[in-house]
Structure formats: structure tokens, C-alpha cells
């Protein structure tokens, strides 16, 4: 159980298109889903968090804009990298969890998606 | 400010010696804690997570780790390692209010003949 994946695996694409990744909770609902980014040997660095049904929320730094995240339903969630450049060149991991009332369930990961964007 | 670290970059051991990964918080409360394997170009696998109750939390592929209060750590071992372990793994803490995962920098570990 717990089943979370994405897609693509991996892109390649042209300077200044936008580029869709999906993250899907194959076997459970998940209230809230996360999504990350990895640059080569670092670690993970959380750029934001989607609720279903409601506006996601950034972290400090990571433009909104840039970066448009859908959570339509309990089961998916869409990270577009819009005008994408070669800086946006990264490793894109998403996660999924449950809320049962207040308690935050364990996050379950994508096994990523790799952008690279030329 | 809440931070997970990994005072080790990279590790190499020996295939059937014993792995210890170091993992220290910094959180005002008793975190979440948790670790994460990751093998090349691949996602993150949940090994093991505390929340509360025994300290010594069991995992899944033989690790286990034990929550030291009085050491702010939350250290991952393995008593005999396969060469399958080799990968990247993450320590990571979330307050209890807080979902959100804060992860270490990592740990590669090597595994040698």
C-alpha cells in the first residue's frame, strides 16, 4: 500500500516551453501532497505543499508563478514548470500523505521526475 | 530555527560489516523523525520512522534506529550490510504540528567487496 507515482519519469525540452508533471496517490487519498526539488547530490528542498481543493502553498523563494501547482483531486496533483529554462534543470520529487484529524500521516514518495530543460 | 544534520558526507564499509548512520535534530519539541533510502535516480523509500513510544524503532531490509533524547539524535544501523545497501539516505524531522519534512543533507553510503 501507499503507492505514489509520477509522470513523466523523466523530460527533456526547449527553453521557454512549459513542461507538466503529475504526481498520483495510486492507492490511497491523499489530503495533502507535497513537492520537492533535488539538485545533484543535495538534498531535498520543499517547495511546496497542496491540499485538495485549495490554493497550494510556497516556501520562501520558490515563485508561484514559475511553478503552478493544481490539486483537483485527492489523488493527483500537477506541478507545471512554466517558460522553463536551464536553471529549472532538476530532479522533482513529490510526496503524498493522509490527515486523520490532526494528526499528519507519514509522506509517501514519487519516485521523481527528471527535467532537463536545454 | 527546527534543522536535521547529517554529520557524515559519505560512508564505505565493508560487505557484512556493521553501518551506523549519524542523524542529530534541532527542534524546540520532540520531533517526528524519520529515514529515507534512496538508490540512484530513484524516489525516496520510507526505512523507519519514530513518533513515540520505544525508542528503538525497527524498520524495513534489516535497519533500525534508536531515538536518544539527552543526544538530540536519532542514528541508523544495520549490523551486517548487503551490497544492495549502497545508496543515499536521509534523516529527516517534521514537528508535530507541522507536516512539513526537513530533511538532512544525506549520507552516501558505499558498499565494498
Known amino acids: 500500500g501507499a503507492v505514489v507515482s509520477q509522470h513523466p519519469s523523466w523530460v527533456i525540452c526547449k527553453s521557454g516551453t512549459s513542461v507538466k508533471i503529475e504526481c498520483r496517490s495510486l492507492?490511497?487519498?491523499?489530503?495533502?501532497m507535497f513537492w520537492y526539488r533535488q539538485f545533484p547530490k543535495q538534498s531535498l528542498m520543499l517547495m511546496a505543499t497542496?491540499?485538495?481543493?485549495?490554493?497550494?502553498?510556497?516556501e520562501q523563494g520558490v515563485e508561484k508563478d514559475k511553478f503552478l501547482i493544481n490539486h483537483a483531486s485527492l489523488t493527483l496533483s500537477t506541478l507545471t514548470v512554466t517558460s522553463a529554462h536551464p536553471e529549472d534543470s532538476s530532479f522533482y520529487i513529490c510526496?503524498?500523505?493522509?490527515?486523520?484529524?490532526?494528526?499528519?500521516?507519514?509522506?509517501?514518495f514519487g519516485p521523481g521526475t527528471r527535467l532537463l530543460v536545454l | 530555527a527546527q534543522s536535521v544534520t547529517q554529520p557524515d558526507i559519505h560512508i564505505t564499509v565493508s560487505e557484512g560489516a556493521s553501518l551506523e548512520l549519524r542523524c542529530n535534530y534541532s527542534?524546540?519539541?520532540?520531533?517526528?523523525l524519520f529515514w529515507y533510502v534512496q538508490s540512484p535516480g530513484q524516489g525516496l523509500q520510507l526505512l523507519l520512522k519514530?513518533?513515540?513510544?520505544?525508542?528503538l524503532v525497527q524498520g524495513i531490509k534489516g535497519f533500525e534506529a534508536e531515538f536518544k533524547r539527552s543526544q538530540s539524535s536519532f542514528n541508523l544501523r544495520k549490523p551486517s550490510v548487503h551490497w544492495s545497501d549502497a545508496a543515499e539516505y536521509f534523516c529527516?524531522?517534521?514537528?508535530?504540528?507541522?507536516?512539513?519534512?526537513?530533511f538532512g543533507a544525506g549520507t552516501t553510503v558505499t558498499v565494498r567487496a
Open positions: 527542534y524546540g519539541a520532540t520531533p517526528y
Open positions: 492507492d490511497f487519498q491523499a489530503t495533502t
Open positions: 510526496s503524498a500523505s493522509r490527515t486523520s484529524g490532526s494528526y499528519q500521516e507519514t509522506q509517501y
Open positions: 519514530y513518533f513515540s513510544g520505544d525508542t
Open positions: 497542496s491540499n485538495e481543493g485549495s490554493k497550494a502553498t510556497y
Open positions: 529527516a524531522g517534521a514537528l508535530r504540528d507541522d507536516y512539513k519534512l526537513s
